[in-house]
């Protein structure tokens, strides 16, 4: 069955730059019926969504986030990447990647990652 | 963008309750609104969508309900493993947004 899995730096410094990879196996990223999204969780809060892609390179993201951040396909690995810029402690969180499921009547994030925690700290 | 709330915040039941969360928008999103339930420590797992339709492998205790601005998600009769925090997020536009989420604890 396909599976998706995080991997990055536990910390990162303060302005630095945050670069996380999501794996998927057992399914193709490209992929006409589905996307792929990043969604994070600072320590004992709610989830935030902060961006997705499609199979056609086409992205989307929250717009308190857009200035800062880039989503990517890589298909030769079948991976899709986070970049996240000018990074403060209020980035700290899980992170986690996940596929979406687009249709007329739904939009739907319908299998995780087990998610990545990551500390900007210096 | 849109804000999502739920009512309560927390709740304590016992196995066998019937629980109800509750989930408002801050304009009409028709059905487009979801429910994930995750456990401490795990990724959120897909409940609902499109307000009242059941993931492929949710357990029929769980149901929704709702549209326009008001949501509901109810748990027949609450089961050990149900004990966990549940959000609602909406797909309605960009960008989608999560309530805060409902924790249910056991009494």
């Known amino acids: 069955q396909v599976q998706l899995q995080e991997s990055g730096p536990g910390l990162v410094k303060p302005s630095e730059t945050l670069s996380l990879t999501c794996t998927v196996s057992?399914?193709?990223?490209?992929?006409?019926?589905?996307?792929w999204t990043w969604i994070r969780q600072p320590p004992g809060r709610g989830l935030e969504w902060i961006g997705y892609?499609?199979?056609?390179?086409?992205?989307n993201y929250d717009p308190s986030l857009k200035s800062r951040v880039s989503i990517s396909l890589n298909t030769s690995n079948n991976q899709f990447s986070l970049k996240l810029n000018s990074l403060t402690a209020a980035d700290t969180a899980v992170y986690y990647c996940?596929?979406?499921?687009?249709?007329?009547?739904?939009?739907?994030?319908?299998?995780w990652g087990q998610g990545t925690m990551v500390s900007v700290s210096s | 963008d849109i804000q999502m709330t739920q009512s309560p915040s927390s709740l304590s039941a016992s196995v066998g309750d019937r629980v109800t969360i509750t989930c408002r928008a801050s304009?009409?999103?028709?059905?487009?609104l979801n429910w994930y339930q995750q456990k401490p420590g795990k990724a959120p797992q897909l409940l609902i969508y499109a307000s009242s339709s059941l993931q492929s492998g949710v357990p029929s205790r769980f149901s929704g309900s709702g549209s326009g601005t008001d949501f509901i998600l109810t748990i027949s009769s609450l089961q050990p493993e149900d004990f966990a925090t549940y959000y609602c997020q909406h797909s309605y536009n960009i960008p989608f947004t999560f309530g805060p989420g409902t924790k249910v604890n056991i009494k």
């Open positions: 057992g399914g193709s990223v490209i992929s006409a019926s589905y996307y």
């Open positions: 892609i499609y199979y056609s390179g086409s992205t």
């Open positions: 996940a596929r979406g499921e687009s249709s007329t009547y739904y939009d739907v994030f319908d299998l």
């Open positions: 304009q009409s999103i028709n059905s487009y």
